[in-house]
């Protein structure tokens, strides 16, 4: 049983850097596929970034450039760095992890899937103000 506590949340201004926190508890990293999504109220959530068992990132389309994706193995925690941020990124931030992808699912894209991964963090609250 994999467990995820995220961290980092809060209020900030328009322009502003926020990181993401994400300890993962149960497996290692370098044995489970991470990725970050988020939802705003009344919307459907939407795929941010992953990074792979290899270490290998990937991107959803809304922040492509402005967010980044890492992982520090030691501590078994991944980040997510939130740069330049507007008011179209508050939303709740999830972490989610999963068993690694097969090659042919990777490829087909499955890493931006909800479906792909079987755990989940609490969420994080990230509002930012104009």
């Known amino acids: 049983q994999v467990q995820l506590v995220e961290s980092g949340g809060g209020v900030v201004q328009a322009g502003d850097s926020l990181r993401l926190s994400c300890v993962a508890s149960g497996r290692p990293l370098d044995n489970l596929d991470m990725g970050w999504f988020r939802q705003a109220p009344e919307k459907e959530r939407e795929f941010v970034a992953a990074?792979?068992?290899?270490?290998?990132?990937i991107f959803g389309e809304s922040p492509k450039l402005r967010f980044t994706v890492s992982r520090d193995i030691a501590k078994n925690t991944g980040y997510l760095q939130m740069n330049s941020l507007i008011p179209g990124d508050t939303a709740v931030y999830y972490c989610?992890?999963?068993?690694?992808?097969?090659?042919?699912?990777?490829?087909?894209?499955?890493?931006?899937?909800?479906?792909?991964?079987?755990?989940w963090g609490q969420g994080s609250q990230v509002t930012v103000s104009s």
């Open positions: 990074i792979t068992w290899k270490g290998n990132t």
């Open positions: 989610a992890a999963g068993i690694p992808l097969p090659p042919s699912a990777a490829m087909s894209g499955w890493h931006s899937k909800v479906q792909a991964y079987e755990y």
